[in-house]
């Protein structure tokens, strides 16, 4: 299925769920939040959707499901992640959100508004991590009205301008998807890093292959 189909199944309520999810839920992670904006905002450029009700629809998607997230870690997340060997989290990752909230402020929460997985783990990293939440409230509604909104209005834009765009959406999606993984990546290649990337990748194969083989 296309991503244009996908969006025409999914209608508003569906594509509000998607976001929400995308946003701030674990199993959001699947799901690709900056494509559907942007895909989204070139279909209402076709009159096939309406820009008015996307706009504070997927606003209020992605702010509430940061928040959502928020809230879960700050309410169950330490029950979960509590254990050294925890699958996604150690002790030691809350100290260092403690000490990157402490150093960074806000600004991390719309910085991983643009790359896809961390801004789904990041609110609730916050929540873990006590950061206060009205300050995690103010980011959070900055990076979502930048991240929301821009992809949107990135789509509408394009679809208005430029004719046939239709023809040249997939490469268009496919280029946002490298772009919005490209901080990641080069994040976990940068030479301090590797050591820790080898390392998780390691243990995941060592995971994979007891439960499989």
Same mark, same amino acid.
């Given at each position: 299925m296309s991503m244009?189909? @996908? $969006?025409?199944? @999914?209608?508003?309520?569906g594509l509000f769920g998607v976001i929400f999810a995308e946003s701030g839920l674990l199993f959001g992670v699947v799901f690709p939040g900056d494509s559907l904006l942007f895909t989204a905002g070139f279909l209402a450029s076709q009159k096939l959707l309406n820009i008015l009700i996307l706009l504070p629809l997927c606003l209020v998607a992605a702010v509430g499901g940061d928040s959502a997230g928020y809230w879960f870690g700050r309410? $169950?997340?330490p029950k979960l992640f509590n254990k050294e060997d925890s699958i996604f989290f150690h002790k030691d990752n809350l100290t260092r959100a403690n000490a990157f909230y402490a150093k960074h402020g806000g600004k991390a929460l719309i910085l991983a508004r643009f790359m896809p997985v961390i801004r789904t783990l990041v609110p609730i990293v916050a929540g873990i991590g006590d950061?206060?939440?009205?300050?995690? $409230?103010?980011f959070n509604i900055i990076g979502g009205v930048l991240w929301s909104t821009g992809m949107l209005l990135l789509g509408f834009t394009l679809g208005s301008m430029i004719p046939n765009i239709d023809h040249y959406l997939l490469p268009i999606i496919a280029l946002i998807i490298i772009l919005s993984l490209a901080p990641s990546v080069y994040h976990l290649l940068r030479k301090e890093e590797r050591p820790k990337t080898f390392a998780m990748l390691k243990k995941l194969w060592r995971m994979i292959t007891q439960k499989f083989f």
């Open positions: 244009v189909q @996908l $969006i025409e199944t @999914l209608g508003y309520a309410k $169950i997340g950061m206060h939440y009205r300050t995690f $409230i103010f």
